[in-house]
Nanobody, 121 residues
Framework: QVQLVESGGGLVQPGGSLRLSCAAS????????MGWYRQRPGKERELVAT???????NYKDSVEGRFTCSRDNAKNTVYLQMNSLKPEDTAVYYC???????????????WGQGTQVTVSS
């Protein structure tokens, strides 16, 4: 099994910054894409940012230029640096990783438990 453990959420004022981390552990042979999704109150879960194993990134339009997704392949960890935060960024943020536990097995999506980010004055 694979576990994703997130950290770094909290309460921040508008214009502030937070950094989320997500470490994957367990039976890992290789990790393909990693990323972050969020679920705002009353909304469906949406993609925030993804990063491939070679570092190519993709962002939701509304966070482009404010958020930066990065990863440390040696630590099986993905990060989300969030700057210039806005109240509309308030959400539960979920980490995602596409993991292969064995060379003979297919890639499977795993999710973290979610971390609350609240942007408010």
């Amino acid at each position: 099994q694979v576990q994703l453990v997130e950290s770094g959420g909290g309460l921040v004022q508008p214009g502030g910054s937070l950094r989320l981390s997500c470490a994957a552990s367990g039976s890992i042979f290789s990790i393909n894409d990693m990323g972050w999704y969020r679920q705002r109150p009353g909304k469906e879960r949406e993609l925030v940012a993804t990063i491939t194993s070679d570092g190519s990134t993709n962002y939701k339009d509304s966070v482009e230029g404010r958020f930066t997704c990065s990863r440390d392949n040696a630590k099986n960890t993905v990060y989300l640096q969030m700057n210039s935060l806005k109240p509309e960024d308030t959400a539960v943020y979920y980490c995602n990783a596409n993991v292969r536990a064995d060379s003979r097995w297919p890639f499977v999506d795993y999710w973290g438990q979610g971390t609350q980010v609240t942007v408010s004055s």
